[in-house]
């Protein structure tokens, strides 16, 4: 029993390249989700999919950030442009959609730093 | 925008001690979770409640859920420096359908237990 995967692990770019992280949820989930954690915060939630529509993004997520989910298994998180701003841990979970108990479980995360 | 207020934000405390953790909202919850977070992982599910006054035991760990699903609380019992991490709260909303979408946490609380 595999859970979320992603990768890289870490990335540390300059400012104004682009970066893309990957992310594998368990296979059966139909829904995964991409979050945001800086340093002493909780996650703040970037953009979910079920299956391969994307149904929410939030205003965090600006014109440089675009996430796919192409055929409904893995994900991948685009930043173009990055900027100092951008450093954070990015989080990835899945879950089943019909679960009521509405569990998410989350992947190691993708340490950006960008200098 | 739904917001969950946990407190403290940081707890120090010797081995053997008890401690309390409190995640408030104003808002009401279809379910709520507590993780758990080493430094450089993602948060790991420690429990799911879903019903108002659901008391769950962990072991040494006590969850509950408030009766009327806006607040809970993460009791640990006799400390030990093993459960030292981040232990954040997680809220889920009914969002149509059969579906729960995204989590909103709180900023999470930094525990960290003296031998």
């Known amino acids: 029993d595999t859970g979320v995967s992603q990768d890289p692990r870490h990335k540390i770019t300059k400012r104004g390249q682009n970066v893309t992280f990957r992310c594998d949820p368990i296979s059966e989930h139909n829904r995964l989700y991409w979050y945001r954690q800086t340093l002493g915060q909780g996650p703040e939630f970037l953009t979910y999919?079920?299956?391969?529509?994307?149904?929410?993004k939030s205003r965090l997520l600006s014109d440089r950030f675009s996430a796919e989910r192409p055929k409904g298994s893995f994900s991948t998180l685009e930043i173009q442009r990055t900027e100092q701003g951008d450093s954070a841990m990015y989080l990835c979970?899945?879950?089943?959609?019909?679960?009521?108990?509405?569990?998410?479980?989350f992947g190691p995360g993708t340490r950006l730093t960008v200098l | 925008t739904q917001l969950l207020e946990q407190s403290p934000q940081f707890l120090s405390i010797q081995e053997g001690e008890n401690l309390t953790v409190y995640c408030n909202s104003s808002s009401v919850f279809s379910s709520l979770q507590w993780y758990r977070q080493e430094p450089g992982e993602g948060p790991v599910l420690l429990v799911t409640?879903?019903?108002?006054?659901e008391v769950k035991k962990l072991k040494r760990l006590t969850f509950q859920f408030g009766d009327a699903r806006k607040d809970s609380s993460l009791h640990i019992t006799a400390a030990q420096p093993g459960d030292t991490g981040l232990y954040l709260c997680a809220g889920a909303q009914y969002a149509g359908g059969t579906s729960y979408g995204k989590l909103t946490f709180g900023q999470g609380t930094i525990l960290t237990v003296h031998p």
């Open positions: 979970a899945s879950s089943l959609v019909w679960d009521y108990r509405a569990q998410q479980f």
């Open positions: 409640v879903v019903t108002g006054g």
């Open positions: 999919f079920q299956n391969e529509a994307q149904l929410e």
